[in-house]
């Protein structure tokens, strides 16, 4: 048993916080959605 986060999660988690200042400047919620999808299927 291990703690904490994994490699990929700690990159995930990294990646996002990034693309999170630039999607606050986007207001149409679609379009955020559809980013946040993107970068999801990206690092996975």
């Known amino acids: ?3 904490g ?3 990929k999660e700690a ?3 990294i990646v996002q916080a990034k693309f999170n200042k ?3 400047n986007i207001e149409d ?3 955020k959605e559809e ?3 993107e970068i999801d ?3 996975d």
């Open 41 to 43: 299927k990206r690092l």
């Open 29 to 31: 919620e679609s379009i």
């Open 22 to 24: 630039i999607l606050e």
């Open 35 to 37: 980013i946040l999808q």
């Open 11 to 13: 990159n995930k988690l």
């Open 5 to 7: 986060f994994t490699q």
């Open 1 to 3: 048993m291990s703690r």
